[in-house]
Each structure stands twice: as C-alpha cells, then as structure tokens.
C-alpha cells in the first residue's frame, strides 16, 4: 500500500513540476520573461531595458495607460 501511496506523490510532484516549467508561455504559445517591478521603476525604463515597447508591456500585462506600477509587482515581458 505504501509504495501504491508514493507513486502517487511522485507523479503529482513530476506533474506540478512539468506545469511550473510551462509558466514562462504566454496563451498566444510565445514565452516571456519576468521583471519585478522595483523603486524608480517606469514602463518606459523597463521597455527600454528589455528591448521591448510600453504598448507591448501593456497589452502583455492586461494594464492600463494610467496604471500605476507597485514595488513588488511582476510583469511579463515578451521574449526576443
């Protein structure tokens, strides 16, 4: 019965794992990296360290022009 018992644990933590790995896509199927949003930071600060523009970051981030950005928030950022 135990090992029936640690079988299961060992197929949920390699499905956990596998669904973890897949976080990095986006639902349009490309991937993106991360960026935790720090003091000072701007939209435009963080487009331009990223190569990437503000339109994308907004769109990508489901935010507003207006949104304010918070220390600690993390957004996506579309891979290049």
Do not use: P
Request: a positive charge.
């Amino acid at each position: 019965h135990q090992e029936i018992v640690d079988a299961r644990k060992n197929a949920r933590n390699k499905a956990a794992k596998s669904a973890a790995k897949s976080k990095g896509k986006s639902s349009s199927g490309s991937t993106y990296v991360t960026h935790k949003v720090g003091k000072g930071d701007s939209l435009s600060k963080i487009a331009k360290k990223y190569g990437v523009s503000v339109e994308s970051l907004l769109k990508l981030n489901k935010l507003k022009k207006n949104s304010t950005l918070r220390k600690g928030q993390v957004l996506k950022i579309k891979k290049r």
